[in-house]
């Protein structure tokens, strides 16, 4: 049961270039989110679908775009990167349980760098 | 909007210690629920402990507690009989109680580490 995860662990990019991150859950849980961790300000949601077909905007949206792919993945993509998105992006799931739970599974992160 | 601060950086304990990690926020909410959760050095983060608002005893999870203080909005995580394994990024976060998903306001974490 390997949980989330996500694919690159590592990237380095350069200004202007494209890439999308990969996440992928099998708990089966129907909200799924994108987070990412800069120094002295832990984690700002980006994007979270609540269930498959749907997305929204976090607290950093822009310059990012999500796709919901099926119950399973759910892809970050950075149509052209800018040194400001070098970070560590964190995807995680949930599922309610009974009225509320808060309880996040996260995968092992990936490290953008972008020159 | 709802914040969440932790105003350590940093903290250090000994090993066998209590160490106590605070954490304030702000929300002009009455119903939400709080957490303490894990990073260690690989990344992957960890719910410690949950909180929910409208109950007024605090929280344990064996060596882990919380000291709530809702008037206060105060929700400290304390660690006893501190353990190597305790040494990690430790993050406050808030999730409020109404709307659908998981959706967490996190503070900007403590560094605690643990000395032999």
């Known amino acids: 049961n390997a949980g989330v995860t996500q694919t690159p662990k590592f990237q380095v990019l350069k200004t202007g270039q494209s890439m999308t991150l990969q996440c992928a859950q099998d708990?089966?849980?129907?909200?799924m989110y994108w987070y990412r961790q800069d120094p002295g300000m832990g984690l700002r949601l980006i994007y979270y679908s609540a269930s498959e077909g749907t997305t929204d905007k976090g607290e950093v949206p822009n310059g990012y775009n999500v796709s919901r792919l099926n119950k399973r993945e759910f892809s970050l993509r950075l149509e052209s990167a800018a040194p400001s998105q070098t970070s560590v992006y964190f995807c995680?799931?949930?599922?309610?349980?009974?009225?509320?739970?808060?309880?996040?599974?996260f995968g092992e992160g990936s490290r953008l760098t972008v020159l | 909007a709802q914040t969440v601060t932790q105003s350590q950086p940093e903290m250090s304990v000994q090993e066998a210690e209590t160490v106590t990690l605070s954490c304030t926020y702000d929300t002009s909410e009455s119903d939400y629920y709080l957490f303490w959760y894990k990073q260690p050095p690989s990344r992957q983060m960890i719910l410690v402990i949950r909180?929910?608002?409208?109950?007024?005893q605090n929280a344990t999870e064996n060596r882990f507690s919380v000291n709530f203080q809702k008037a206060a909005k105060s929700f400290s995580l304390k660690i006893s009989d501190s353990q190597l394994g305790d040494a990690a990024m430790y993050f406050c976060a808030y999730r409020s109680a109404v709307g659908n998903t998981d959706k967490l306001i996190f503070g900007t974490g403590t560094r605690l580490q643990v000395f032999p």
């Open positions: 909180q929910e608002a409208y109950k007024q």
């Open positions: 995680a799931s949930s599922e309610l349980r009974g009225r509320f739970t808060g309880e996040l599974f």
């Open positions: 708990m089966n849980h129907n909200s």
